[in-house]
Each structure stands twice: as C-alpha cells, then as structure tokens.
C-alpha cells in the first residue's frame, strides 16, 4: 500500500516560537462543553452508585431499601420497584451516552437480581394489595424499569412483564368515569395507613409513555389506543390555560383550582415531572402519527413550563411537587422535546442552569443530592429535608441527578436520532 510521507519542516526560532504560543493557546481554551457536561453526569451517578449499589458490578445488585433509606434488610417483605428504576434509568441512559461495559454488567446484573427476588406475578401485579404496584405512578415507573431492561440486556421477559403490568394498570383503572383517564389508586389505597382521596391524576403519564413505547416496539394497537384516551383526557381536564397541568381531578374539579398560582417548593397545583412528561408524549406521539400538531403541543409546554412559577428566581427548574419524581422524565425531555424542531435555545439553558444548580448547590459533603435543585442540599435550610424528603433516600438523590445527566444528554450531537427508549435492542446483548 502506498503511503504519503509527512512533509519535513525545519525547526527554526520562529517555528519553535510559533509552536509555544499555539500550545499556550490551545492550553486556554475552555474545555470542550460536552466532555464537562459528561463528566458531572459519570460523577453524580458515581456519587449515588457509592452509596446505593451493593456487590461488583458483575454480581452485585442495587441495595434494599426501606423509605428509600438503604438498609441490610427490610422491616417488611416489599418490592419497592420504582424506587429501584430510578437508579436503574440514570444507569441505562448513562449507558446509552457512553457505551460503558461496566455499566452495561450492573444493568444486567441488577435485572437478574430483581427477577431472582420477584416472580413474574408479582411483577406485573397491580392495585394497593399487589404488594408491589399499589397505584398508577407505581406501576408506570415499574413499567420504564421492565423497559429500560429490556433494551438493556435484550430479555424477553422483561418486555412481557413491561406489557404485563401495563394492561393490568389499563384494566384496573381506567374507566369512563369523569371523562376518562385512569385513577391514581384503588378506592381503599392508602398511605401509611391514612386513606387517601379518590383523584385521576397526572401521575398517570408513567403508564401512557411506557404503552406508547410498547407500541413502537411491538405495533400493537391495543397500547397505543388507551395511551392516547388517556393523553386526550388529560388536555381536556388537567390542561390550564397556561400551559402547563394540573397535578390532580376528582368530580369537583382540579385540586388547588382556586389557587393556580401556588407553585413552590415543596408544595404545587402542579407538577413538574408530569408536565415534562406531557411534552415527552407529545413528541412520541410526533415520532409515531407524523403528525406536526404534537410536535408543536410539545413546544407549547416547553414554552409554559419556562414561563411559569416552575422556575425560579435564579432561572433554575424548581422540585415542586414530588421530590422523588420532579427529575424522573428530565432525560427522555433532554433526547425527544429539546431535539424538536423549532425548539427554544432558552429550553436548553434551562437544564443547563438546573444541572449546574444541582452539582454545584444541592450535593451533601458525602455525596448525596437533594430535593432543593438550587440549594441548599439538606439540613433546616431545605425545606424538602423539612417534609422527609431527604438526600439520604435513593429516590431524592437519584432524581436531583436526572437533571444532571439530563444536561449531558442535551450537549450531545442535536442530529442523532431522537426517542432511544423505543429501540429494540442489539440482537448481541
């Protein structure tokens, strides 16, 4: 093979001096932004990895927890599933940006580990006596756990235990009942042992992703049908004429209606993690009907959601309603709204500011995040610590870091190929 030989050059003064001052240069430049967005991304998730994961990454598994807090052994026997997808989704999306082995091992290993410890009926289990799936939020994270795997490791048992639970959820609590849309929970859930009042919910928007999902992968029509009742549901009746949703609706209305403006830390009419995932099922909804209609419903509540009081004084995004679910969608908005066409340079600033926000202000000396996105990360100055919320809890923590590698994810090429949750996996994982 011929080969071009590198022209000489004679290394004079004037070379030699040239070349310092073109190292200093290159020594000053700022480093590359998505290598640092990367690097607070494999920082935060090696922040929460050290306090949450238990074993190798071969044959280790995710800690037991009990109130999100890690424990040795539980109290009480309980598959607390959604608490383990939380850190199961920020393994796989950092995995999806690195192609990281070890990561890869801990996904794998961490499935197995759940299928060992919960049988398929459990699994797919729902309503407040499932022991596992007690209402829609529940079921719905549960659902982006099974799917996550399933693109992870490729085992078919996850997918059927994705679909699983999410048919039992359909069956169980969607009704024709205020217009449609699914309740939260059964009549009789309950929460520590305080009955809780009858709603349909925001919270629903786990389930109605994670069937549009499986539509994607399987075609059938019999997820995508309901997944876009339920969606309709919620514009007729949580929608405000803001822009953004309300949290939750029973038969006198929305909850909080005559205060639509108590938006805060720690307490909302809305919620913030519902209102990204809106905008996520309105850009799957884009990807799968072609039709521009969502794609510009998706920027509308992009556009709300920078408007609205979800954003604080500093411009970062505020947890207002559920600190361990605010982040949960912040991930899927980074790779499907923000690659939108027509999307606002302002909406990336956003998850930047928060981002930094979280890596700078909301992380304890020893590595755990908390709920205040924007400070301070525990004590009597957080007021989420103030309602038992807590840094130390793995969904607290897990979700503050979703915003993080959130940022990551949006700092990547803008032309790759949005919508990675709805890709059938390798055929050599």
């Known amino acids: ?148 795997a399933y693109q992870a490791t490729g085992d078919q048992d996850a997918l059927t235990d994705a679909k699983g639970v999410v048919k039992n959820a359909i069956t169980r609590w969607m009704d024709d009942q205020l217009g449609g849309g699914m309740w939260y929970g059964d009549e009789d859930h309950n ?74 830390e720690a307490g909302s009419v809305s919620f913030l993690g519902g209102n990204m995932a809106m905008g996520v099922i309105d850009a799957a909804l884009f990807r799968i009907t072609v039709k521009d209609e969502y794609r510009k419903r998706a920027l509308g509540v992009a556009a709300a959601i920078r408007a609205s009081k979800e954003v604080d004084a500093n411009g970062v995004l505020v947890d207002d309603r559920d600190a361990w679910a605010d982040g949960t969608f912040a991930m899927d908005w980074a790779s499907d709204v923000l690659t939108l066409p027509g999307i606002a340079p302002e909406d990336k600033g956003l998850i930047q500011k928060t981002a930094v926000a979280v890596y700078t202000k909301d992380r304890t000396p020893n590595g755990y995040y908390g709920g205040c996105w924007d400070g301070p990360a525990d004590g009597p100055g957080s007021v989420w610590s103030r309602k038992q919320s807590c840094p130390q809890q793995l969904m607290t923590s897990a979700n503050a870091v979703d915003l993080i590698v959130a940022e990551a994810i949006a700092a990547q090429d803008p032309k790759r190929e949005p919508g990675p949750a709805c890709k059938s996996p390798r055929a050599n994982n």
């Open 1 to 148: 093979m011929t080969t071009l030989a590198a022209p000489r050059f004679r290394r004079t003064a004037a070379f030699r001096t040239g070349l310092f001052f073109a190292v200093l240069a290159l020594a000053h430049l700022p480093a590359q932004p998505a290598a640092d967005e990367r690097k607070r991304a494999v920082d935060a998730l090696n922040d929460v990895l050290e306090h949450f994961w238990k074993g190798s990454a071969v044959d280790g598994h995710i800690v037991l927890t009990w109130r999100g807090y890690a424990v040795s052994r539980q109290p009480q026997p309980q598959y607390t599933l959604w608490v383990r997808g939380e850190l199961y989704a920020l393994m796989y999306r950092l995995y999806q940006m690195t192609g990281d082995a070890t990561l890869r091992q801990r996904l794998v290993a961490e499935w197995k580990f759940i299928k060992s410890d919960c049988p398929p009926a459990k699994l797919q289990a729902v309503g407040e006596h499932s022991g596992t799936n007690w209402a829609c939020d529940d079921a719905g994270w549960s659902a982006m756990l099974y799917l996550a």
């Open 191 to 264: 929460v520590d042992y305080h009955s809780v009042a009858r709603s349909k919910s925001l919270y629903q928007v786990g389930l109605i992703l994670s069937a549009l999902r499986i539509y994607e992968l399987t075609h059938d029509k019999s997820y995508l049908e309901p997944a876009m009742k339920c969606t309709e549901w919620i514009e007729g009746h949580l929608r405000r004429p803001d822009g953004i949703y309300w949290s939750n609706y029973d038969a006198h209305g929305p909850w909080g209606g005559d205060r639509p403006n108590d938006i805060r």
